[in-house]
């Protein structure tokens, strides 16, 4: 057994041998629609007011946009005009939404990054390495937020298979403007050439798409056309944009922050006011080679976790929220979401049972070489904690070399130093495009761990399909008994795992206002090494969506479960050692989410560890305007298992209130009713831009069980300012 991994290394080897050699038989069919950028001879006033600024006149403007629902292939039913021009710094984007009843837009937020699917909205992706697979996320609605994200891979997790993703959290400097006008609405982007990253000739082309978004019809339709699966970040099917004349880009950007904090109780007594300076640093090598560097990192704007309950045997899954480590994440990204991460951020600066940790500082050197081969370094120290942890050193090496067709070769090295022993981890990826609608993906890992015994070894190979009318994916993975990825994320280990999926999309022509009814079936397997089955799930749902948004979900699931050892579920109930099989009925219903109110019911009911689980989960959200969002939730399970029953009871209450696009106010309430867990964390931020600006933050938790590593009651002031320097 202990050879095996070595020869996954050679079936990887070979996969990407594989891929180099088909490349030439699975090219796409390029998009036809393309445009041309203008270059401006003033700048535009960015106040949302396109057609009357002299800097627009003479601006070829595109338009024709194509629906992808309701009508999939029918013309948007109102006209969306885009120009695009640019200056020797600065890329601007107008358009102009024109709307045949402007009364009825609707505006569902204005915080900065909030959700444009629930409100009239435009977005603008730009692929500006024109690698046809990662991309930058530009958008607004009539209110003037402002959104930006990374695409990686075309953010094709689809299908839980790892590689790729929307980077919501990614941040930059730019600006935009909106206004509503009577026969529609308008907006104005400028967007700096350093918040971007490109390649090196002076005139390029780019990939772009643009979506608009309709809500009172739920319209959403595109620029370059796309089939029913797909959305804005199916950069291989996107447009093009010629004529864009770059500058040689220089960019330094120092982001300093002070900060002051009052900290009170908890789990290690902590009684103490404390200040803090530190910095980071942005520095373009290149228009595509970007180091950053942070000294004393704090995360104290951050929200909190939310409030968890294990019922099973595995571990839980928390997702990283802190900024400097979301920026770029998809590029060291490999593995399988939440299951087995070779890479985990989360494991720096935090401890063994949630305690937060110094972060003395660290670098990163991030984006391409050439146009298609992105790196991803990084190196970090975490501080000695008494008690609690060591002094730690953290690198990751990431390559990863893009070829036609959504396919690429990689590799991952990830080392920790510190401690009782030091852990590293090894990985091979690759992925390979098949056609228009085929994608097969796999790793192979290996990890090393002194005096660790079993096999260290990881490996996956899976595929999908996603045509207009079906979906199907399935893959089959192990992870050996002793793979030990200490900077990364495993939900269980020793195990064999196969899982399948099917889905059906059907668009009935007329009835009852239905959009979309997809059924479709998956089956998730787990087997240890001796043969032994220990978790299997098969999942039959019906899913119905309604034009207005609202949705309507049943299932069935027949569920094993084979305990080996009796383990505690919850304090005073054991789950004892045996097989188990059960029934369950899923049911769950939701209305329009751009409505001013609106809410989601789901009903849980079947057999649970021999014995017998009903949970009910409501949720309601209230808006006033794009200003006020509200949202409660809560989660009831009732439980009676043979070896005792109990109930578990998680509410949480979000509101958030935005005074402008860059200042708001937002306040997270949990409440765990078992454990008689309070949480509260209190949120005020006045942005400059980028996330940086003023933030007050007030956290009060009223027991230590499931955030020990927090003080009881904590209120920190911080302020960092952004200085462009070139």
């Known amino acids: ?50 057609f009357n600024d002299p800097a627009w006149q003479g601006v070829t403007s595109t338009s024709g946009f194509t629906q992808i629902r309701p009508n999939e292939g029918a013309p948007a039913q109102n006209q969306t005009e885009v120009r695009i021009g640019f200056t020797a710094d600065t890329l601007y984007i107008g358009v102009i939404c024109h709307d045949d009843d402007p009364s009825a837009i609707i505006v569902s937020g204005s915080r900065r990054d909030g959700n444009l699917q629930n409100s009239d909205s435009f977005r603008v992706v730009i692929d500006s390495f024109h690698d046809q697979q990662n991309g930058f996320v530009f958008g607004t609605n009539p209110a003037g937020l402002a959104f930006d994200a990374q695409v990686i891979n075309e953010a094709s997790d689809r299908f839980g298979s790892g590689g790729g993703g929307l980077n919501t959290d990614w941040d930059t400097t730019w600006n935009v403007k909106s206004i509503i006008f009577d026969s529609g609405w308008s907006a104005e982007f400028a967007i700096p050439f350093t918040s971007l990253r490109y390649g090196r000739d002076t005139i390029q082309t780019w990939g772009i798409n643009f979506e608009r978004i309709v809500r009172r019809t739920n319209e959403v339709s595109y620029w370059a056309p796309l089939p029913r699966q797909y959305n804005l970040f199916r950069l291989s099917l996107a447009g093009s944009i010629d004529n864009i004349n770059v500058p040689s880009q220089k960019n330094l950007k120092i982001t300093p922050y002070i900060l002051g904090a009052q900290k009170r109780g908890g789990s290690q007594n902590v009684e103490a006011n404390n200040e803090e300076v530190g910095v980071d640093i942005k520095y373009s090598i290149t228009p595509s080679l970007t180091l950053d560097a942070t ?32 920026e770029n994440a998809g590029q060291f990204s490999v593995g399988v979401p939440r299951e087995v991460e070779l890479f985990f951020s989360r494991r720096i600066g935090i401890g063994p049972r949630g305690e937060q940790l110094p972060i003395v500082g660290g670098l990163r050197l991030s984006g ?48 920790k130093e510190g401690g009782l022993y030091n852990n590293q981890t090894y990985a091979f990826d690759g992925r390979w495009g098949i056609g228009d609608n085929g994608l097969l993906q796999g790793f192979v890992a290996k990890t090393h761990t002194p005096d660790m015994k079993g096999d260290d070894y990881a490996w996956r190979i899976g595929g999908n399909y996603d045509s207009e009318k079906w979906g199907y994916s399935g893959a089959y993975s192990e992870v050996g008994e002793g793979f030990n990825p200490e900077v990364g994320f495993l939900a269980r280990k020793n195990y064999r795992k196969a899982n399948a999926f099917i889905m059906r999309r059907i668009r009935p022509q007329s009835l009852w206002g239905l959009l979309e009814w997809r059924p479709h079936a998956s089956y998730d397997g787990y087997w240890d090494f001796d043969g032994f089955y220990e978790t299997g799930r098969i999942h039959i749902d019906s899913s119905l969506e309604w034009k207005n ?53 789901q009903l849980v009911a079947g057999g649970f560890f021999g014995g017998d689980r009903f949970r009910v989960s409501p949720s309601i959200r209230y808006r006033i305007g794009e200003t006020f969002n509200a949202s409660l939730s809560y989660n009831h399970n009732d439980i009676d298992l043979p070896g005792g029953d109990f109930e578990v009871n998680l509410t949480s209450l979000r509101l958030s209130y935005s005074f402008t696009p860059k200042i708001s106010l937002q306040a997270f309430v949990q409440h765990n009713e078992r454990d008689n867990v309070l949480a509260t964390n209190l949120r005020f931020a006045w942005l400059q831009e980028a996330g940086a600006g003023l933030y007050i933050v007030y956290n009060e938790t009223d027991d230590d069980i499931n955030s020990p590593g927090r003080p009881r009651k904590e209120l920190v002031i911080k302020y960092s300012r952004i200085l462009d320097l070139l």
């Open 1 to 50: 057994m202990g050879q095996r991994p070595f020869n996954h290394l050679g079936v990887i080897a070979h996969f990407s041998v594989v891929v180099l050699c088909l490349q030439s038989l699975t090219a796409l069919n390029a998009s036809p629609r393309s445009t041309q950028a203008s270059e401006l001879s003033i700048e535009p006033i960015v106040d949302g007011i396109v």
């Open 368 to 415: 391409k070489l050439g146009n298609s081969t992105n790196i991803g370094l990084l190196q970090m120290r975490s501080d000695r904690v008494s008690d609690i942890a060591e002094e730690t050193d953290f690198s990751v090496v990431r390559f990863n070399h893009e070829l036609a067709n959504r396919s690429s070769i990689g590799m991952l090295l990830v080392n």
């Open 295 to 326: 000294y004393n990192t704090d995360f104290a704007q951050v929200e909190s976790d939310s409030l968890q309950v294990n019922l099973d045997r595995f571990s839980l899954f928390f997702p990283e929220k802190r900024p400097f480590f979301l």
């Open 549 to 601: 948004g609202a949705q309507a979900h049943t299932a069935i699931n027949l569920t094993h479960e084979g305990v080996k050892q009796d383990f505690q579920i919850v304090r005073d109930v054991t789950v004892s050692k045996g097989k188990y099989d059960h029934k369950e009925l899923t049911i769950y219903s939701g209305t329009d989410n751009s409505a001013k109110l609106s809410g989601g019911l």
